[in-house]
């Protein structure tokens, strides 16, 4: 079984995690890495808040 790394980009201030795709599969802003930076990712946790 072959697999690809794990990569990781940094573009205008957003690093992103990518998983063997172009899709970024995370995000953040560097300078507020507190803050949910993907708007699929704050419509997936709207329920916890």
Known sequence: M???PATITEFQ???SLHLATSWAQGA???A???NIELEY???VI???I
Do not use: E, I, L, Y
Request: charged share 30%; glycine share 6%.
């Open 2 to 4: 072959s697999t690809s």
């Open 13 to 15: 201030g957003v690093r």
């Open 28 to 30: 953040m802003r560097v």
């Open 32 to 34: 507020k890495p507190d």
């Open 41 to 43: 990712v704050q419509r």
């Open 46 to 48: 709207t329920w916890s």
